[in-house]
């Protein structure tokens, strides 16, 4: 399985990004999905997750009211919406995909067993 991620950049206090993730070499659909953050020389933090086909979704604290979380399985992506973005949320973002079915440890990184290789987001103040 490979996940890329897209769709970082620079953005001002405030301002808004579409992250996606797009898989291929097996069929997503049916694994939950996650979106975790990294900042150098630290671990990744849970940002936000989907199952599947997408009727649950789950938000870190810092996420929860600005992000969204979104699924397309015909085109096999994921996209993180961010609004309000803070320069605090400026780290790489990586995706990741997960089990089949979400357990209590949804937020945890070892539930995740494919990763992208991250894009940065950077937000000036």
């Known amino acids: 399985v490979q996940l890329q991620a897209s769709g970082g950049g620079l953005v001002q206090a405030g301002g808004s990004l579409r992250l996606s993730c797009g898989a291929s070499g097996r069929a997503f659909s049916s694994y939950v999905m996650g979106w975790f953050r990294q900042a150098p020389g630290k671990e990744r933090d849970f940002v936000t997750a989907?199952?599947?086909?997408?009727?649950?979704?789950y938000y870190a604290v810092s996420a929860k009211g600005r992000f969204t979380i979104s699924r397309d399985n015909a085109k096999n992506t994921v996209y993180l919406e961010m609004n309000s973005l803070k320069p605090e949320d400026t780290v790489v973002y990586l995706c990741a995909l997960g089990p089949a079915y979400v357990s209590s440890y949804f937020n945890e990184s070892y539930e995740y067993h494919y990763w992208g290789q991250g894009t940065q987001v950077t937000v000036s103040s």
């Open positions: 989907i199952t599947w086909p997408g009727d649950n979704t």
